[in-house]
């Protein structure tokens, strides 16, 4: 997956740390900071204590400039990229707008260097989110939960970049993804499962609307924690089955009257459905769930509706 330029990165390089109090940064978090911008994301993580440093600022700079009131003003309700100019004047009338773009956009930064370092090295997403003493997941991973949680019209760019990264951080601590990370560093997988629950459940929340813009949030972090079996088992226990399924039976629907799932979002909801299906031989839970929900009829609608080869493909599987 490759998130979205946000509609403000033209302002990125406008920002200036000194003038924003509200984030209440320390200098040695600026100078943090500005090295992470001076340098290649790969440098700036070449050691887990370095990586760790660096996230736990960029967690602050999500954290102070989210806060709790809400959307931003301006940019949150930005579509389209902005020109360079006109990106560098919202950064003045919607600072904190801009800064948590720049914040979502470099988490996503450090999520995809992490995932492409040696598999099972000394950096990695679990070496550098979880704690070298307890091995519990970091505390100021928090933010990325409220984002998700903006009322109003949200932020789809934050929200969207944010469950991805939360995603990411989350499976590095389950049981069956250990094999990427150091085997020395002994992870406490207990404080994995109440967040990891509390994001699969605001994706549940976004797949009970039929909205294609509701899809677009969650299909992306829906198709990277299927890869992980407890998030596998987790998604099913609360009714993610059901919900595939719905979407999948409007998405037959939609095919003959324009409306309802892209072509990429059915290919998205069939792959996610096609990866529950290897929990079927140890789950009697999931395998009543297929059965009760409907789910081999609606793949065989959506085949007949004649999508695009891929979701015939996919579904066919």
């Given at each position: 997956m490759s998130l979205p330029s946000s509609p403000v990165t033209g302002a990125f390089t406008g920002i200036q740390w000194d003038p924003m109090q509200k984030l209440r940064l320390t200098q040695p978090e600026k100078l943090l900071l500005r090295s992470g911008e001076a340098n290649p994301i790969d440098y700036t993580l070449n050691n887990?204590?370095?990586s760790t440093a660096y996230v736990k600022v960029v967690l602050k700079v999500l954290a102070e400039a989210s806060g709790a009131s809400g959307p931003s003003s301006k940019v949150?309700?930005?579509?389209g990229m902005l020109p360079d100019d006109e990106a560098l004047q919202i950064l003045y009338t919607d600072p904190m707008g801009v800064v948590t773009h720049y914040a979502i956009t470099k988490l996503y930064d450090i999520i995809v260097c992490l995932k492409e370092k040696k598999m099972g090295g000394d950096v990695s997403i679990g070496a550098t989110f979880y704690n070298e003493d307890d091995g519990n997941l970091l505390d100021e991973w928090r933010p990325?939960?409220?984002?998700?949680?903006?009322?109003?019209?949200g932020d789809a760019f934050a929200q969207r970049g944010a469950a991805y990264c939360l995603a990411h951080i989350l499976m590095a601590g389950c049981p069956s993804q250990r094999f990427a990370t150091n085997r020395s560093l002994k992870i406490n997988h207990a404080s994995v499962m109440e967040p990891l629950q509390a994001l699969i459940s605001w994706i549940t929340s976004q797949l009970q609307s039929s909205a294609s813009s509701s899809l677009s949030l969650v299909t992306p972090t829906l198709t990277a924690l299927m890869i992980c079996p407890e998030a596998r088992s987790m998604f099913a226990n609360s009714g993610g089955i059901g919900y595939l399924s719905r979407h999948l039976r409007n998405g037959t629907k939609g095919s003959k009257t324009g409306s309802g799932a892209t072509v990429q979002q059915l290919y998205e909801l069939c792959f996610c459905l096609?990866?529950?299906?290897?929990e079927c031989n140890s789950s009697a839970m999931i395998r009543t769930a297929f059965v009760r929900d409907n789910a081999?009829?609606?793949?065989?609608?959506?085949?007949?509706?004649?999508?695009?080869?891929?979701?015939v493909r996919v579904a066919l599987s």
């Open positions: 887990a204590e370095e949150s309700h930005l579509k990325l939960l409220r984002v998700l949680h903006l009322g109003g019209s096609w990866t529950l299906t290897y081999v009829h609606a793949l065989v609608d959506l085949v007949s509706s004649a999508p695009r080869e891929k979701v």
